[in-house]
């Protein structure tokens, strides 16, 4: 199986500071297709996880320029710009390029 | 709006079965993978199952650690995906998300597997 590794396991941030996640893979997450299936949630307190980022860098619907993903192969980073309260909760990786599919364990991100 | 609203979950014994519903609407059902994710009390996500469209023949892909006990299918009919889990175990006890190709998730199902 994938395995994908997230640091930090938790991240303390100033509001309007950045933040940034850090996911590896244990193999190179681009597909036969040309595209890298890695993908990022964030799930707040108490509620079902949400979308961020698909296929490494594209935000989904509704989500704030301030999340940028980036990376390629075994790499990628979640960095997410101008810390606000709301962004505070669980952040994961996945990835959707190897069967079966797998999610990072997480970094929990706390407002200072 | 799409809709995902997950039912069936509940307190089952060591060694027993559950199915659990997962209802949509707000979209063409037909053309959408659909997906279970499972989360344990004060645990990180874990991915369960899919299952793929007509386009896809249906195809069907499961954690290893759930394979031959779990088994996903769909019901376009209904614009309906389903789980059924059998011998379940007390780490199975988990909160069970449905999600749309992991774009839309419902509020989840609470699975409690204990004597």
């Known amino acids: 199986d994938v395995v994908l590794t997230q640091t930090p396991v938790s991240l303390s941030v100033t509001l309007g500071d950045q933040a940034s996640i850090s996911c590896r893979s244990s193999?190179?997450?681009?597909?036969?297709?040309?595209?890298?299936?890695l993908e990022w949630y964030l799930q707040k307190p108490g509620q079902s996880p949400q979308l961020l980022i698909y296929?490494?860098?594209n935000r989904f619907s509704g989500v704030p320029d301030r999340f940028i993903g980036s990376g390629s192969g075994t790499d990628f980073t979640l960095k997410i710009s101008r810390v606000e309260p709301e962004d505070l909760g669980v952040y994961y990786c996945?990835?959707?390029?190897?069967?079966?599919?797998?999610f990072g364990s997480g970094t929990k991100l706390e407002i200072k | 709006e799409v809709q995902i609203l997950e039912t069936g979950g509940g307190l089952v014994k060591p060694g027993g079965s559950l199915r659990l519903s997962c209802a949509t609407s707000?979209?063409?059902?037909?053309?959408?993978?659909m997906n279970w994710v499972r989360q344990a009390p004060g645990k990180g996500l874990e991915w369960v199952a899919q299952?793929?469209?007509?386009?896809?023949?249906?195809?069907?892909y499961y954690a290893e650690s759930l394979e031959g006990r779990v088994t996903i299918s769909r019901d376009d009919s209904k614009s309906s995906v389903y789980l059924q889990v059998s011998s379940l175990r007390a780490e199975d006890t988990a909160i069970y998300y449905c999600?749309?190709?992991?774009?839309?998730w419902g509020q989840g199902v609470m699975v409690t597997v204990s004597s």
């Open positions: 999600t749309r190709s992991r774009d839309y």
């Open positions: 707000g979209f063409n059902f037909n053309d959408y993978f």
């Open positions: 299952i793929r469209n007509k386009n896809y023949n249906y195809a069907t």
């Open positions: 193999q190179s997450l681009e597909y036969s297709d040309g595209y890298t299936y």
């Open positions: 296929e490494v860098s």
């Open positions: 996945f990835q959707a390029t190897h069967d079966p599919l797998t």
